[in-house]
């Protein structure tokens, strides 16, 4: 029987494949790509996202490359929201739903390298007086437990009822994850912390929680401290939320499917994105640009050129608790046979879906997003990820 990260990461090969790829192309190396002159490769890029739209019926699809020498290509096809005629562009801003995990466990390895979280502290360190009737394991879990995926929480917990509940709290979105993580340790975990994998939305909220606890502050500010700050990405470039406004049309909107085909989805609207009690988990957007800045810092990171924390971090960020294949630091981590570390996940918001896989030994790495879910839009990045692979990454 396949264990759950097995499981888990022959999703993201589900979702990664084409019908002409094999899995998630995690083999070793037989030769080395090659890329022409930016504008040739933009183009390129251009050309497949314009056919992934027409071919699979998606409003949109974006693409960032991050290549070995640091440049990057950035390309766009399609429309900003369904039924109407306004273009996607570069500077928008695209929802990436879970890839957001990747950048809450980045702020914690930030974080615990600055000496303000300790990974290896305990859930009944943070909360002390809350944690007195929680059982022996709960009280037991980590920071890293629940970056690691390996705490025993489940997101069974993380029911429509429960988050009503937890949104009627009173106060700020920071009040409502305190009590949100607090309600989910009191219920406690199925397993002993660290010895099992399971993916769960309800970790990154309550090490989102810890992290307010500790610092005194809300999650999105820690994020605009420790993250947007040092890597250089101005307001303009990332946020929370579902991007853009009812009026004027400025960003693409998510869309649902029916029978009838592509509903957009006004930004305002409470379902245009997960519920901010669940924002470490998966509510961040990006310019693709930007977001091209956070895959390059981990890209180089290992060696030594960084910019959120040190060589040591970035090696251990990248480490799963329970081995490699594995979860770590809201990566899924595998290796192919020649060594190379390969840092994948998918996002998303049921309104967006977005994929990326970085290749640290290739220094390569690319985001493929379009601003609609469901079968349409892993039909749409399974074969843009496969054209992406063959393009830009040594597989075989």
């Not at 992290?211 to 994020?223: A, F, K, N, R, T």
């Not at 971090?313 to 190379?340: I, K, N």
């Amino acid at each position: 029987m396949r264990s759950a990260i097995q499981m888990f990461l022959a999703t993201l090969a589900l979702v990664l494949s084409s019908h002409h790829a094999t899995g998630m192309a995690l083999g070793g190396s037989e030769k080395t790509k090659s890329q022409g002159h930016p504008s040739v490769e933009q183009a390129w890029v251009e050309t497949h996202l314009a056919r992934a739209v027409a071919e699979h019926g998606v409003p949109a699809a974006a693409a960032v490359v991050v290549l070995p020498d640091g440049k990057t290509v950035e390309a766009v096809a399609g429309v900003r929201r369904a039924g109407d005629g306004v273009s996607a562009t570069v500077d928008d801003l695209w929802h990436v739903g879970s890839l957001t995990k990747s950048i809450t466990g980045s702020v914690a390895a930030r974080l615990s390298e600055l000496g303000l979280l300790s990974l290896d502290a305990t859930v009944a360190d943070v909360f002390p007086a809350e944690s007195t009737n929680w059982t022996v394991r709960t009280r037991s879990v980590t920071a890293r437990h629940l970056l690691t995926m390996s705490s025993g929480l489940s997101d069974d917990l993380v029911t429509e009822e429960r988050i009503v509940r937890w949104l009627d709290v009173p106060g700020d979105s920071r009040e409502r994850r305190r009590g949100a993580a607090l309600d989910l340790l009191a219920e406690g975990v199925s397993e002993v912390p660290g010895e099992a994998f399971e993916y769960a939305n309800s970790s990154y909220v309550v090490v989102g929680a810890i992290m307010e606890e500790l610092l005194d502050l809300g999650w999105e500010e820690i994020v605009a401290k420790h993250f947007l700050a040092p890597l250089g990405i101005e307001e303009d470039g990332a946020g929370f939320g579902a991007p853009g406004s009812k009026a004027p049309l400025t960003q693409p909107w998510g869309h649902t499917t029916d029978d009838d085909g592509l509903k957009p989805v006004e930004p305002s609207d409470l379902k245009a994105d997960n519920p901010s009690v669940l924002a470490p988990a998966g509510t961040m957007h990006f310019r693709l640009r930007d977001w091209a800045r956070f895959a390059r810092d981990h890209l180089e990171g290992e060696a030594g050129r960084g910019r959120l924390m040190s060589s040591a971090s970035y090696q251990a960020a990248h480490q799963p608790l329970l081995g490699v294949p594995g979860y770590s630091f809201g990566w899924g981590v595998r290796e192919t046979p020649d060594g190379d570390r390969l840092l994948v996940h998918t996002g998303s918001n049921n309104l967006w879906f977005s994929v990326a896989r970085l290749s640290l030994a290739q220094n390569v790495g690319f985001l493929v997003v379009t601003n609609v879910a469901g079968d349409p839009a892993v039909a749409a990045l399974r074969d843009l990820t496969a054209a992406l692979e063959e393009r830009y990454l040594m597989t075989k």
